[in-house]
C-alpha cells in the first residue's frame, strides 16, 4: 500500500477527507499526534479543527491519573455522539482498557508499539480494506519529523518505557520496558529537524536519564548532539534524577543548551520516597539540584511533587514545602495523588482524604507561584534569546532559552516568526499562571 497518497479522494471534485486529533496527558503523546497528523496532511487529509465534525477522529489518550482515565473516557465518548465513520483510540488509556474498548466495538484501539502507522490504518479504512491494528507495523520511534502544523518547538523521541516501577505509576505497564534508541538515528533527525526549520528541539522519553545506546549514555548522546551545524538550541524534557553522570553537568555550558531543566522531587521526605520507589533520597536530588544553581546562574530549575501519597504525613508534607521554597523552583507542577489500579501504591493503606490533598496542594500551588515570582523578579535587566512563536498587535511572544515566557513589542511581523531575538527582560507584565515578562530586543 502507498501510504504517501490518500485513497479516498478519486476525482478533483471530491473534497479532501478530514481528520480531527483529540490528544491527552504527556508532551511525548503530544509529539506523537503532532507526528501522525503531519503525515496524513502529507498524504492528502485535512486536520480539522477541535470541534468540526470529521471523517475520523483520532483519541491520543493519557492514563497516568484517574483524571487522565476520566477524560480520555469523555473524549472518546464526544467523539462517539458526533457519529463520524471512524474513530481511533491509541495511547496508554486504550492500552490499559483494551479489553472493555474493544468489547464496546464502536472504536478501533490501536496498541502504543503500533501508534506510529495509524496512517496505513486510516488509509487502509477508507479504501475499504479491513487491517488488524496489531498487525500494523511495529515502532516506536519510526514517527518521523513533524511539519510544525500545531507546534514550533519540536521534540525528539529519544527513548520509551520504563523499569522504575515506582510504587504510584502505571506507565512501565502501558509503555513497556526501557529501550532506547539507536543514537545514529537521533542523529539524523535533529539533521532532519534543523533541515525542516526548527530551531528549538526538546529531547523527550518516559524515562530520558536512562538512556543507553550500547553503552553510550545520556551526557554523551547530548553532547554529540549539540555538535551538529546549524541555529538551534536543545530543551530537555522531564528528568529522574539518577544516572546522572559529571558529564551531564557539563552540557548546561554549552551555548546551545537551554539552561532550564525540569527534574522530578515528588516529595521531599525520604520515607515517602523509599514509598514511592524512588531511586534517590532528598540529599541526592538537593546536591544535583546545588550544582547546576550554583554553577549557572539563573538556571531555571523546574519539578513536579505529588501531595497526600499514602501514609504521608503533615510534617512530611511541610518537608516537601521547605526543599520546594529552599530550592526555588520556578515551578511546580502538584499532583494530588491519583489512586491507580494495579499499582503497589493503590494497595497501601492510610490512603489520604481529598480534602487534605486538596488543601496540600493549595499550598503547594501558592509556594510554587512565589517561586515564580522571585525567580522572574531576578530575571529582569538580564540579556537571553527569544524564540519567536507567534506575531499579534504589534507584538512578538515567545520562551526564553531559560523558559520565561516574553512579549517584545515590534512593528515588524513578517519573518518574526521562529527566529531568535536577542533582548533584555524589562518587567512583569501580569501577576498571573503564565507570569509573561515585557522585553526589549537588543539593536546590534
Ligand atoms: S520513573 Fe517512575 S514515575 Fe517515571 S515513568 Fe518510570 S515508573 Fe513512572
Known amino acids: 500500500m502507498d501510504s504517501r ?12 477527507r478530514s481528520v480531527a486529533f483529540q490528544t491527552l496527558g504527556c508532551k511525548l503523546n503530544q509529539y506523537e499526534t503532532d507526528a501522525l497528523a503531519s503525515r496524513l496532511q502529507k498524504a492528502g487529509y485535512r486536520i480539522a479543527a477541535d470541534d468540526e465534525p470529521a471523517d475520523c477522529h483520532i483519541i491520543n489518550t493519557c492514563t497516568v491519573t484517574n483524571r487522565g482515565d476520566r477524560k480520555s473516557r469523555n473524549t472518546i465518548n464526544r467523539a462517539l455522539r458526533a457519529r463520524p465513520p471512524l474513530v481511533v483510540v491509541t495511547g496508554c488509556f486504550a492500552e490499559s482498557h483494551r479489553d472493555e474498548l474493544e468489547r464496546d466495538g464502536r472504536v478501533v484501539v490501536v496498541p502504543n508499539e503500533n501508534k506510529q502507522a495509524i496512517d496505513q490504518l486510516i488509509e487502509a479504512h477508507f479504501a475499504g480494506e479491513m487491517v488488524r491494528p496489531d498487525e500494523l507495523p511495529r515502532g516506536v520511534f ?10 514550533t518547538r519540536n521534540m525528539i523521541k529519544i527513548q520509551d518505557g520504563c523499569d522504575n516501577y515506582c510504587t504510584f505509576c502505571i506507565i512501565p505497564f502501558v509503555r513497556g520496558r526501557a529501550r532506547s534508541r539507536p543514537a545514529d538515528q537521533i542523529r539524523d533527525e535533529l539533521k532532519r529537524n534543523i533541515d525542516a526549520g526548527y530551531r528549538e528541539v526538546v529531547l523527550t522519553g518516559v524515562n ?6 550500547h553503552g553510550l549514555a545520556f551526557s554523551q548522546l547530548v553532547e554529540s548532539l549539540l555538535e551538529t551545524d546549524g541555529d538551534f538550541r536543545i530543551r530537555l524534557s522531564s528528568l529522574e534524577p539518577d544516572r546522572l553522570d559529571d558529564r551531564f553537568f557539563d552540557l548546561f555550558a554549552h551555548p ?3 539552561p532550564h531543566l525540569h527534574l522530578c ?6 520515607r515517602i520516597l523509599l514509598q514511592m520507589r524512588r531511586q534517590y533520597t532528598t540529599g541526592e536530588y538537593r546536591s544535583i539540584a546545588e550544582r547546576l544553581l550554583g554553577r549557572f546562574p539563573g538556571f531555571n530549575l523546574t519539578t513536579d511533587c505529588i501531595v497526600g501519597f499514602p501514609g504521608e504525613t503533615d510534617s512530611e508534607f511541610e518537608q516537601t514545602c521547605a526543599i520546594v521554597r529552599e530550592l526555588g523552583f520556578s515551578h511546580v507542577h502538584t499532583f494530588p495523588y491519583s489512586v491507580r489500579s494495579g499499582t503497589r501504591a493503590a494497595r497501601m493503606s492510610e490512603q489520604i482524604p481529598n480534602r487534605v490533598k486538596s488543601q496540600r496542594s493549595a499550598v503547594l500551588r ?15 535587566g538580564t540579556s537571553d534569546r527569544v524564540l519567536i512563536e507567534r506575531f499579534n498587535d504589534g507584538a512578538a511572544t515567545g520562551y526564553t532559552g531559560h523558559y520565561i515566557p516574553v512579549v517584545v513589542p515590534t512593528a515588524a511581523s513578517d519573518g518574526v516568526r521562529n527566529r531568535f531575538l536577542d533582548v533584555t527582560l524589562r518587567r512583569i507584565i501580569e501577576d498571573n499562571d503564565e507570569m509573561p515578562v515585557l522585553a526589549d530586543p537588543i539593536t546590534p
Do not use: C, K
Not at 497518497?5 to 479532501?16: F, H, I, L, R
Open 5 to 16: 497518497q490518500p485513497q479516498s479522494t478519486d476525482s478533483e471534485s471530491v473534497p479532501a
Open 142 to 151: 519510526d514517527f518521523g519529523v513533524p511539519d510544525p502544523i500545531f507546534h
Open 208 to 213: 530520558i536519564s536512562r538512556y543507553d545506546d
Open 256 to 258: 546551545r543548551m537551554a
Open 265 to 270: 522531587l515528588q516529595s521531599g521526605s525520604d
Open 366 to 380: 501558592e509556594i510554587s507561584g512565589a517561586n515564580r515570582y522571585a525567580f522572574r523578579s531576578r530575571a529582569l
